[in-house]
């Protein structure tokens, strides 16, 4: 099945640095990347998502790239704000027979320093 | 107000008495799946429904049954609850299966002791 590893782990920036999460998939049938946040105490949100057949999307301060040959997907945030800090995950849709399957990645928490 | 609702909120019981999470969405969404989040090991899916009366196990889907009766519920039941059934549970819904956001419950805290 498919498999997605998130890193870092944690991370902490200075309001207006730029945060970077990659993740990486195994299985070469998913066709789907949703990034999600995660405030404390608070349920999941979509921030941003990304298919297949595009390499780099765009919203605001949020981009998130996608390298299908290597297998690996990224979220960029650029200069960083207080309310920035969540945890982030990212997640992969799998097609083939587990059409329909959502895979997150371990999260990372993200802490912005004002 | 479209939303996703799961009840209860916190729930402490016993090993081995079985308990019932409801989730019911408002939006007539096909897809329901149901996840469970510990620390470090992000959100791993349980079960997911890609329609009424079409369930499919995720990747954690050991002592857990569900069923899909309804396009609106997808209660998660736990028959013979275990303390290493503690977790966060999130109730999820979404348009379709494929390329669409999944909308979030506010998720049930559940302790076994």
């Known amino acids: 099945g498919e498999n997605v590893e998130q890193h870092p782990s944690t991370l902490s920036v200075q309001e207006g640095d730029s945060a970077v999460i990659k993740c990486t998939y195994s299985?070469?049938?998913?066709?789907?990347f949703p990034w999600y946040k995660q405030e404390l105490g608070k349920r999941p949100q979509l921030i941003i998502d990304?298919?297949?057949?595009?390499g780099e999307k765009k919203d605001q301060r949020i981009a998130v790239t996608l390298n299908k040959t290597a297998k690996h997907f990224s979220l960029h945030i650029t200069e960083t704000q207080p309310e920035d800090s969540a945890v982030y995950f990212c997640?992969?849709?799998?097609?083939?027979?587990?059409?329909?399957?959502?895979?997150f990645g371990q999260g990372t928490i993200l802490t912005v320093h004002p | 107000e479209a939303q996703v609702t799961q009840n209860p909120r916190y729930l402490i019981t016993v090993t081995g008495k079985k308990l019932t999470v409801t989730c019911s969405q408002n939006m007539n969404h096909e897809y329901m799946s149901w996840y469970r989040q510990d620390p470090g090991l992000g959100l791993r899916q349980i079960y997911y429904s890609m329609n009424v009366e079409v369930t499919d196990k995720g990747d954690v889907p050991e002592g857990y049954k569900v069923s899909r009766k309804e396009k609106r519920n997808f209660p998660l039941i736990l028959e013979s609850p275990s303390p290493n059934q503690t977790s966060l549970y999130f109730c999820?819904?979404?348009?379709?299966?494929?390329?669409?956001?999944?909308?979030f419950g506010q998720g049930t805290r559940l302790t076994v002791v």
């Open positions: 997640a992969a849709l799998t097609g083939g027979t587990s059409y329909g399957k959502l895979t």
């Open positions: 299985d070469s049938a998913s066709n789907y």
């Open positions: 990304i298919r297949s057949n595009v």
């Open positions: 999820a819904s979404s348009l379709g299966s494929m390329n669409t956001e999944a909308f």
